[in-house]
T-cell receptor, first 116, second 110 residues
Framework: NAGVMQNPRHLVRRRGQEARLRCSPM?????VYWYRQLPEEGLKFMVYLQKENIIDESGMPKERFSAEFPKEGPSILRIQQVVRGDSAAYFC??????????????FGEGSRLTVL | GESVGLHLPTLSVQEGDNSIINCAYS??????FIWYKQESGKGPQFIIDIRSNMDKRQGQRVTVLLNKTVKHLSLQIAATQPGDSAVYFCAETNTGKLIFGQGTTLQVKP
């Protein structure tokens, strides 16, 4: 019974390159959330997606960031033209229904992006 | 804006003692609260949750207390063990997305 799977676990990019982070939710989960965590800080909400739909992207930067959750395959968080300030841990969480009805979100182990 | 914050950044306790981690929230419309534990290099792990119509909920060695009058949430860990060392986050929601606080680091001394 695999949990939320994120890859890559570690990603190094140079300024101006693109970063793609993938998240496979738990089996049967159709709700995916992305969070960003800077060192020594809490998790900041970025975006909430349900299969093929973006439900809430109020935490996403207006430029360079995008997210998708296609009908088939993992959810993708894409960061174009990365800058050093994008260096952070990006966590994905999934839920079978929209919280708070379920009681919890299940988090992955995160993808740590380092921008040189 | 609305925020969830913690009173203390670091809490150091002796193994076997009880730990109390506090959290203040500002969104009076929040109706659901969760405590998460995050170990170094890992993702947050669910500990316990509580709804706004309750003031106390107990789990295994953990108790969450909710005081809506002063908008305060606490996590009590009984007989703290070395494996409890981690960062603890409170989170609140009323729209389906979790808003996390800054976190409290719990250090357990042997």
């Amino acid at each position: 019974n695999a949990g939320v799977m994120q890859n890559p676990r570690h990603l190094v990019r140079r300024r101006g390159q693109e970063a793609r982070l993938r998240c496979s939710p738990m089996k049967g989960h159709s709700h995916v959330y992305w969070y960003r965590q800077l060192p020594e800080e809490g998790l900041k909400f970025m975006v909430y997606l349900q299969k093929e739909n973006i439900i809430d992207e109020s935490g996403m930067p207006k430029e360079r960031f995008s997210a998708e959750f296609p009908k088939e395959g993992p959810s993708i968080l894409r960061i174009q033209q990365v800058v050093r300030g994008d260096s952070a841990a990006y966590f994905c969480a999934s839920s079978p229904t929209r919280p708070p009805n379920t009681g919890e979100l299940f988090f992955g182990e995160g993808s740590r992006l380092t921008v040189l | 804006g609305e925020s969830v914050g913690l009173h203390l950044p670091t809490l150091s306790v002796q193994e076997g003692d009880n730990s109390i981690i506090n959290c203040a929230y500002s969104n009076s419309a929040s109706d659901y609260f969760i405590w998460y534990k995050q170990e170094s290099g890992k993702g947050p792990q669910f500990i316990i949750d509580i709804r706004s119509n309750m003031d106390k909920r107990q789990g295994q060695r953990v108790t969450v207390l909710l005081n809506k009058t002063v908008k305060h949430l606490s996590l009590q860990i009984a007989a703290t063990q070395p494996g409890d060392s981690a960062v603890y986050f409170c989170a609140e929601t009323n729209t389906g997305k979790l808003i996390f606080g800054q976190g409290t680091t719990l250090q357990v001394k042997p």
